[in-house]
C-alpha cells in the first residue's frame, strides 16, 4: 500500500449490520485507509465446534474494500470461545498458587495448551482458505498483544512442556542440576519428571529455574505465533504476517519475537497526564524500528483516554496529532487506533475512539479529520529510514535476571529506568539512538552506551571488545552467565579485560541515600566546573571498585566509599560504577569525541528526529518555542517553506523536507 497507513480496529460484530455503511462512509470520509478486523470474534465466526459462520465478515470485508479500506485481518484466535474452555477446561491458564482461571475476559488460554493450539491452527486455517484472495486482505494479523493478560501457566501440560524445553536446552538432568545450581538449599533432581514450574513455594525460588521459565513462556507464546504463521505463509505466501507488541513489554523476548515476523508492529499508551510520557515513548519507538531494522507499524494507540487507568486523562487539544506524529518521527510508517467506534458496553466502553459516542459533532472527530489530512499531506515519508550514530544495548536475559525477586543486592535497579538515565539526555539533545540486543555487530555506530549487562557471555563480552569504538558501560554489568551464575573472580566478569576494572562489593545505598561523586577535572568533560571541580551525585547503586589497569576518571566523595574509583577509562572504554542521577557530563564529553551531533539544535520539550530528508520537530510543551532551523526546506503539515528562525507553537509540530536532500 502506497502511502501511510490510517485508521485503526474495526469491532462490526458489535453492532447491527445497519450500522456497518455508515462506517465504512466515515472512515472514507476521514481518509482512513486500514482496519484491523475480527481480533476477537472467534466465538462469532465458529459458534460451535467446527461449524463456521463467515457470511457477516464477507460483508465487512466487502464493505471495505468499496470504500478503498484495506484489512489488516485478525486470526481471531486472541480469545477462544465458551464452547471451547467449556469442553475442556484444561485449556485454561492455572496461576502460580493453582487456581484455574475462569473464562469471561480475554486471552483465557494456556499458551501450552495442545487443545487450544490445535483449535487455533484450525481457525486460521478456514481464515486463510476464505480469504486468501480477497482484494481487502493487506495483512494478517495473529493473536492480539500476547502476554498482555496471559504470560504463564502453571498447569499440568504447562509442566510437561516446561520439561520438554528444558531437556532440549540442557539435555538431560546432570545438564539442569549444573546449570540451576540445585546443590544449594538441597534442590537435587534425580529425574527430569520431577522438575515443576515455579508454583508458589515457602520461600525465594532458584533463580536459575526463574530465569528459564521466562524464557521458556515467551518461547512458549512464540510457538503459537508461529503454528498460526506456518498455516498463514503456507496458503497466502505473500500476505505479510504480524502480531502487535506492546513496546517495552517485560515478558516477551521481542529480539527473538521480530524474527518471526514480517513487520513489526507496535501498541503505544503514553499517559496525557504524564508531561514526560513522550520520551519513554520515543524510547519504545526506537526499540520497535531497531528490531528488523526498518520502518515499523503503529498499530493501536488512544485517541483520547484509555479505560484501564486508575484515572483516565483524556488527551487535550492537539496531543492526539502531536502523539501520532511522534510514531511517524521514530519510523512508523502510519498511525492506527483503538479503536474505529467508540464501544457502547463491555470493559472498553469508556475507551476512547476515532468516532466518538458523540459521533461526528464530538471534538475528537474533528481531530480524526484532521489527523487524516496530515497523513495524506505526510505521504511520501513512506518507507524512509533514520541513520543513527548511538546504540544503546538492551536484552531481555539481562531484565529477567536483574529484576528477579528476593535474591538481588538491590530490587531498586529496573532496567527501563537504567535505559532512560541515558536516552532521556539523548533524546533531549536530538541525537538519533538505535536498540541492539548484546550480541549484534556494533561496528556501524560512533558511540554504543550499556545501561546494564547483568547477564553477560563470553560472547557478548567479546562483540563489544570488537567493537572497539567510543564505550560506556553502566553498573552491575558482566555479573552473571547464561544461567545466571556468578562468573568465575566476580563482576565484571568476561568484561575485565576490556574496561581494566574488578568489583570487590556490590553497594546499593538506602532509599533517600545519596553518594557524592568527584569527577577529575578534563577527565570526563572540557575543563572544570566555576567553583571547583564538577561533582555528581549517585542514588540506588554504587560499588567498590578496584582498578586493574584502567584511568580513574571520577571518584567517590564522602562516605564509606570516599576516594575510591567511581568512573573509570580504559581506552574508549568507560566503567560507570554508580547511578549517576545527571549523566550529562559523561555523555556530553563521549559525544564530543565522537563527532556525534544533534539533527538540530533544540529547546526544552522539543524533539528533533530525522527519517531521510526530512526534519521532525514536535513542541511537547504548552508554550511557543523559538529555535533556528538548521537548513531550508519545506513543511509537509502547513504546506510552507521554512528557512532560518521560527516560532513553534505549543503541541504544533513541523515536518520539514530539507532541501537539496532525497
Not at 539481562?398 to 532512560?420: F, T
Not at 546499593?508 to 577529575?520: C, F, K, M
Request: proline share 8%; glycine share 10%.
Amino acid at each position: 500500500m502506497p502511502g501511510l497507513l490510517f485508521g485503526g480496529d474495526y469491532n462490526p460484530e458489535q453492532w447491527p449490520e445497519e450500522v456497518w455503511a455508515e462506517d465504512a462512509r466515515l472512515m472514507a470520509e476521514a481518509g482512513v485507509n486500514m482496519a484491523t478486523v475480527a481480533v476477537f470474534a472467534w466465538s462469532r465466526l465458529e459458534p460451535r465446534p467446527g461449524e463456521y459462520d463467515f457470511g457477516w465478515l464477507d460483508r465487512v470485508l466487502d464493505l471495505l474494500h468499496a470504500h478503498g479500506i484495506a484489512a489488516d485481518l485478525a486470526t481471531a484466535t486472541a480469545t477462544p470461545p465458551p464452547w471451547l474452555v467449556r469442553d475442556h477446561p484444561e485449556a485454561m491458564p492455572v496461576d502460580a498458587a493453582g487456581t484455574r482461571l475462569e473464562f469471561g475476559s480475554r486471552q483465557g488460554y494456556c499458551p501450552s495448551s495442545p487443545i487450544y493450539r490445535a483449535h487455533a491452527v484450525r481457525l486460521a486455517r478456514a481464515m486463510a482458505d476464505r480469504y486468501g484472495g480477497h482484494p481487502a486482505l493487506a495483512m494478517w494479523h495473529v493473536g492480539n498483544e500476547y502476554a498482555d493478560h496471559t504470560l504463564e501457566c502453571f498447569c499440568e501440560e504447562s509442566a510437561r512442556h516446561f520439561r520438554r524445553w528444558l531437556t532440549e536446552r540442557h539435555g538431560d538432568v546432570a545438564g539442569l542440576n549444573a546449570a540451576w545450581g540445585t546443590s544449594c538449599w538441597g534442590q537435587h533432581y534425580t529425574s527430569i519428571d520431577q522438575v515443576n514450574p515455579p508454583r508458589k513455594a515457602p520461600g525465594p525460588i532458584n533463580p536459575g529455574q526463574l530465569l528459564d521459565w521466562r524464557r521458556f513462556c515467551s518461547d512458549a507464546l512464540l510457538e503459537c505465533f508461529e503454528a498460526e504463521k506456518a498455516v498463514l505463509r503456507e496458503l497466502t505466501p505473500d500476505v505479510p504476517v504480524t502480531t502487535n507488541f506492546m513496546s517495552l513489554l517485560p515478558g516477551l523476548d521481542y529480539w527473538r519475537w521480530a524474527e518471526a515476523e514480517d513487520l513489526v508492529s507496535d501498541d503505544a499508551y503514553p499517559d496525557p497526564a504524564d508531561p514526560a510520557s513522550h520520551v519513554a515513548t520515543a524510547l519504545s519507538y526506537d526499540l520497535m524500528r531497531s528490531l528488523k531494522r526498518r520502518p515499523w507499524l503503529l498499530l493501536e494507540s488512544a485517541p483520547s483516554a484509555v479505560s484501564w487507568r486508575e484515572v483516565n486523562a483524556p488527551k487535550p487539544p492537539g496531543v492526539m496529532r502531536l502523539h501520532s506524529l511522534q510514531a511517524l518521527a521514530h519510523g512508523s510508517d502510519g498511525v492506527m487506533f483503538f479503536q474505529w467506534r467508540q464501544a457502547k458496553y463491555g470493559p472498553e466502553k469508556f475507551h476512547s475512539a476515532l468516532l466518538p459516542h458523540g459521533g461526528t459533532a464530538a471534538r475528537g472527530w474533528r481531530d480524526t479529520l484532521r489527523l487524516g489530512d496530515d497523513l495524506r499531506n505526510l505521504h511520501e515519508i513512506a518507507g524512509t529510514g533514520t541513520d543513527a550514530d548511538v546504540a544503546i544495548v538492551f536484552g531481555w536475559e539481562s531484565l529477567w535476571g536483574l529484576e528477579a525477586p528476593e535474591s538481588m543486592p538491590s530490587d531498586r535497579l529496573r532496567l527501563k529506568d537504567l535505559l532512560l538515565t541515558w536516552y532521556r539526555p539523548l533524546h533531549e539533545r536530538g541525537v538519533a539512538v538505535d536498540l541492539a540486543p548484546p550480541g549484534r555487530d556494533l561496528s556501524g555506530y560512533r558511540l554504543v552506551i550499556v545501561p546494564n549487562l547483568y547477564l553477560c557471555t563470553e560472547e557478548h563480552a567479546k562483540a563489544l571488545a570488537a567493537y572497539g569504538g567510543r564505550l560506556i558501560v553502566g553498573p552491575f554489568s558482566g555479573v552473571v552467565d547464561a544461567a545466571d551464575q556468578v562468573h568465575e573472580g566476580g563482576a565484571p566478569g568476561p568484561l575485565r579485560d576490556l574496561l581494566g576494572v574488578a568489583v570487590d562489593e556490590f553497594w546499593p545505598l538506602p532509599d533517600g541515600e545519596t553518594q557524592s561523586v568527584r569527577l577529575v577535572p578534563g577527565a570526563v568533560r572540557p575543563g572544570t566546573a566555576e567553583g571547583g571541580e564538577p561533582r555528581l551525585t549517585a542514588r540506588t547503586w554504587a560499588e567498590w571498585v578496584r582498578v586493574l589497569d584502567a584511568e580513574v576518571v571520577a571518584r567517590y566523595e564522602g562516605g564509606e566509599l570516599d576516594g575510591l574509583p567511581a568512573i573509570t577509562r580504559k581506552g574508549g572504554a568507560t566503567y560507570v560504577s554508580c547511578l549517576p542521577e545527571d549523566v550529562t557530563p559523561i555523555l556530553d564529553h563521549a559525544l564530543a569525541e565522537t563527532g556525534v551531533a544533534p539533527v538540530a539544535a533544540v529547546p526544552p520539550g522539543v524533539e528533533a528526529t530525522r527519517r531521510g530528508g526530512y526534519l521532525f520537530l514536535l513542541n511537547h510543551t504548552t508554550e511557543p518555542a523559538r529555535l533556528a532551523l538548521p537548513a531550508a526546506g519545506f513543511d509537509l503539515l502547513s504546506r510552507r517553506r521554512l528557512d532560518g528562525e521560527i516560532v513553534l507553537a505549543g503541541r504544533d509540530a513541523i515536518v520539514l523536507r530539507i532541501e537539496g536532500e532525497k
